[in-house]
Nanobody
Framework: QVQLVESGGGLVQPGGSLRLSCAAS????????MGWFRQAPGKGRGFVAT???????VHADSVKGRFTISRDNAKNTVYLQMNSLKPEDTAVYYC???????????WGQGTQVTVSS
């Protein structure tokens, strides 16, 4: 059974920081590109960042310079470091895994991030 288990979400004040983690199991982690997506209340699910199996990263314009995606293949874990958080970052954040060169993919359960004073 493939499982993506997230942690690190919560409530933070504007300007604060959080680090999300996503631990993968049941798959060969190095064969997967990993990503983060988010869905705010009343909006569709949007792209945040991706990191390829080789370590190449892409970040959405809305988070460039503030968020950083990374991965630790030895721990089968992908991270999202979020700094300078804004109220508009409030959303459910989802971990995503997609097998390189295929359409086999998986989603995490989602974790709530709330940025508010």
């Amino acid at each position: 059974q493939v499982q993506l288990v997230e942690s690190g979400g919560g409530l933070v004040q504007p300007g604060g920081s959080l680090r999300l983690s996503c631990a993968a199991s049941g798959l060969t982690f190095t064969n997967y590109n990993m990503g983060w997506f988010r869905q705010a209340p009343g909006k569709g699910r949007g792209f945040v960042a991706t990191i390829s199996s080789s370590g190449t990263t892409v970040h959405a314009d809305s988070v460039k310079g503030r968020f950083t995606i990374s991965r630790d293949n030895a721990k089968n874990t992908v991270y999202l470091q979020m700094n300078s958080l804004k109220p508009e970052d409030t959303a459910v954040y989802y971990c995503h895994a997609i097998q390189s060169g295929s359409n086999v993919h998986y989603w995490g359960q989602g974790t709530q991030v709330t940025v508010s004073s």
